[in-house]
């Protein structure tokens, strides 16, 4: 129960818990005080992309969709698709399904209805780079070799596939986010692409890979729950052996309690309820001292001064995650 009040508190209610809130816990637990929420606004006020500043301010200030569609809308290219280096982890600005991935992931928790002329165009974007006869999209093309990027980014030239590309990732996810916009698509479209994702996920072993199983999820999160429940039972059974329970762990890249789990509405929550707590005082504990957090994976290695911006980058998106209230940590 405590860790359930906690997360109510912490996730729900932007880390901000006032004194009559808290009491109700069973017992002390660490809360985010308002003078460490105030340094990590400061910290993302000051390093942030635009976009992710704009992202702050739905959340917490009262900012405008209208501005974070704006910021959003500068990654938008003329072919209607998105810039792959919204993954800063890549630093292609040309169009790729993993923008288009970031982008409708953004859009559809923001509610952009499908009227919309950004959303019409990665549509049609997206319609027009699909892999109808592998039923996929494929995440990145050749092309986004020529940019700096991280080593599971890099796309090979036997395959033309990168590392992380499955079946899965990014279609999926996509699949999930394309259900608020299934009036732009072509009869059945969407239908087979969500079958799919759910066959490849019936058929595949409990071992999966990280973005394959965020795809899912947020496939999952957006299906109805009368088709979703073979989908949950499954992850329920990947989330039981690939989370890592122990903090001693948690400084590495890899599947934390909170990483899918973010809220007590989650279907995962019962079978993570121990470890939110835990997990949740871990992310408090290791904010830094300019009011961000750090990182858990790096390419430094492959490109210095591109992982330096990237770096930047990315700790902007990393603490709004573990600010807003559906937020999540890898």
């Known amino acids: 129960m405590a860790a359930k009040l906690l997360l109510c508190c912490v ?33 993302i006020s000051e390093t942030a992309r635009p976009l992710e500043r704009a992202l702050f301010a739905f959340y917490f200030t009262n900012g405008s969709r209208d501005a974070v569609i704006a910021e959003l ?14 993954e800063s982890d890549t630093r292609w600005c040309g169009s790729s399904p993993l923008g288009a991935m970031k982008a409708l992931g953004i859009l559809t928790d923001l509610g952009v209805p499908a009227s ?8 049609r974007y997206l319609l027009a780079s699909f892999d109808d006869q592998h039923g996929m999209w494929h995440a990145l093309p050749k092309e986004a070799n020529t940019a700096p990027h991280a080593s599971w980014w890099e796309v090979r030239e036997d395959t033309g596939k990168c590392e992380v590309e499955s ?35 019936a058929d595949a072993p409990v071992h999966m890979q990280m973005p394959d199983i965020e795809s899912l999820i947020e496939l999952v999160r957006l299906l109805p729950p009368g088709q979703s429940a073979d989908a ?18 948690w400084s590495s890249y ?11 509405q989650s279907p995962f929550y019962p079978e993570m ?33 591109a992982w330096k911006l990237a770096e930047k980058e990315w ?13 999540s940590r890898k």
């Open 273 to 305: 309820e121990k470890a939110i707590g835990p997990n949740l005082d871990y992310i408090i504990s290791t904010q830094k001292s300019d009011g961000g957090w750090g990182l858990t994976w790096s390419w430094e290695d492959r490109n210095p001064a």
């Open 167 to 201: 079946p899965l990732f990014p279609t999926a996810a996509l699949a999930g986010y394309l259900r608020n916009y299934a009036a732009l698509l072509p009869p059945g479209f969407l239908k087979r692409i969500t079958e799919s994702s759910l066959t490849h996920l």
């Open 116 to 123: 919309e002329p950004h959303v019409k165009a990665v549509i």
């Open 254 to 264: 890899n599947v934390k309690p909170l990483t899918f789990v973010h809220s007590p």
């Open 11 to 43: 996730l729900q209610t932007m880390l901000l818990c006032c004194v009559n809130e808290c009491s109700a816990l069973d017992k002390q637990s660490t809360m985010l005080s308002r003078e460490a929420f105030a340094r990590a606004e400061v910290s």
């Open 73 to 86: 809308a500068k990654f938008q290219n003329n072919d209607g698709g998105f810039a792959s280096c919204l």
């Open 315 to 327: 700790r902007g998106v990393v603490s709004l995650e573990d600010l807003k209230p559906d937020g």
């Open 232 to 249: 949950v039972r499954k992850l329920k059974s990947v989330l039981a052996v690939v989370v890592v329970q122990d903090p001693k762990q």
